[in-house]
């Protein structure tokens, strides 16, 4: 009896020892994206469409914010016509040389004003550019900071977007877990209140320990087929060395 209670004994705290060292290996963990972004308005103009609400998706290149810049077309065109008539007078010039009418330095003038008007032409289509805010990447909408029909000045901030294709979680662990832990190393997310979970593997250990909690953030990449969403918490689970 005694040999058998001392055998019951050591099972248990064998499996004391097994649960304490799986706990050991667990850490909390944050999915977040890796493209996300406030876009600004470059120009004061009025705002004409907001074509997405928040919670829709976009694909890359398509239109977020679209602004009237009637204005800016207007002095797209005036350039343009400058552009027209600044040529005009190059090849004049050009064809009186060739007569020996004027000289190198009329020629060379008309050269000039014909390249400032080209450089002013650009500068003109670019302004007009800004007038659709396209999206630089798969996503959607997160928050959407104006309204249509209200003017706003330039560099103000109009739609907040984020990639949901591509994430990773931030998860911060004990510093002494870096004596196994390695750049590759699987692991596996529990996401909190759900059933399902998501297989990882450390993409980054930032090198920065800190000194009052001694622990040390990591990242680590996600498949990109998962169905997480920016913002949700996890429990990132570590197959360690020590634990098999």
């Not at 003109?124 to 000045?153: F, M, Y």
């Amino acid at each position: 009896m005694a040999l058998k209670g001392m055998r019951s004994a050591l099972a248990a705290a064998l499996l004391l020892v097994s649960v304490t060292a799986q706990a050991e290996y667990e850490a909390r963990a944050v999915i977040k994206a890796l493209d996300r972004a406030v876009l600004s308005g470059e120009l004061a103009a009025k705002v004409a469409r907001l074509p997405l609400r928040p919670g829709d998706a976009f694909v890359k290149g398509d239109s977020l914010v679209e602004l009237d810049c009637s204005l800016y077309q207007a002095q797209a065109d005036k350039v343009s016509a400058e552009v027209r008539a600044a040529k005009i007078k190059r090849d004049n010039a050009r064809e009186l040389k060739a007569l020996n009418s004027i000289g190198e330095l009329d020629v060379a003038l008309a050269q000039s004003e014909y390249a400032q008007s080209l450089a002013e032409l650009r500068i003109a289509r670019l302004n007009t550019e800004r007038c659709t805010i396209k999206a630089p990447w798969d996503g959607r909408v997160v928050s959407v900071q104006v309204n249509a029909h209200e003017n706003i000045r330039q560099q103000q901030e109009l739609i907040e977007i984020v990639g949901d294709r591509q994430l990773e979680a931030e998860i911060v662990v004990p510093a002494a877990w870096l004596n196994w832990l390695a750049v590759g190393q699987p692991l596996s997310l529990q996401v909190d209140d759900r059933t399902e979970s998501a297989s990882a593997e450390v993409s980054a250990i930032i090198p920065a320990i800190d000194a009052v909690s001694q622990t040390v953030l990591l990242r680590a990449t996600l498949s990109q087929d998962t169905q997480l969403i920016p913002g949700m918490s996890a429990t990132a689970v570590f197959n360690a060395p020590s634990a098999q």
